[in-house]
């Protein structure tokens, strides 16, 4: 087992999803036969059950649905990182639709509940591991 805690961007399921962060694309799988955006990325669509799901780029714009500062690293990679806030982003497309992230280039005083942010793509490494390109969020400038 990795001791990265990143992602691994090679299974089948989500290579998409990293694909498109490698070039600075928000992808979600949409549902063809009822055009819900799904995620997180399964092989059937949870609202029809069809199987026909297609990677669609989205804006990258969304709102601050939750968050949460972390002031402790609970563990020792992130240590450099606190404080930095984690939370959930609601996708302009479809609000339903939260991706779990990380803020970044903004302190986390600095973010509200529903404040528009904004996509961006960053290369994340720990230690001698794996680079993973993953989207954070900022806020909209
Ligand atoms: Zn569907």
Not at 38 to 66: H, I, Q
Not at 125 to 136: A, S, T
Request: glycine residues 4%; neutral net charge.
């Amino acid at each position: 087992m990795s001791a990265s805690p990143l992602p691994d961007p090679t299974l089948e399921i989500t290579r998409p999803f990293f694909e498109g962060a490698a070039r600075r694309e928000l992808r979600i799988p949409r549902c063809r036969a009822c055009g819900v955006l799904v995620w997180y990325p399964r092989p059937r669509c949870p609202a029809c059950d069809a199987d026909a799901l297609a990677w669609n780029t989205l804006s990258g714009r969304g709102t601050v649905f939750s968050f949460a500062v972390v002031r402790r690293a609970l563990w020792k990679p992130f240590a450099d990182r606190v404080p930095y806030a984690t939370g959930l982003v609601a996708l302009e497309e479809d609000r339903d639709v939260r991706l779990v992230t990380t803020f970044v280039h903004c302190s986390p005083e600095e973010l509200a509940i529903d404040q528009p942010v904004r996509a961006v793509f960053e290369p994340l490494r720990f230690g001698d591991g794996p680079e993973v390109v993953v989207p954070l969020f900022a806020p909209l400038a």
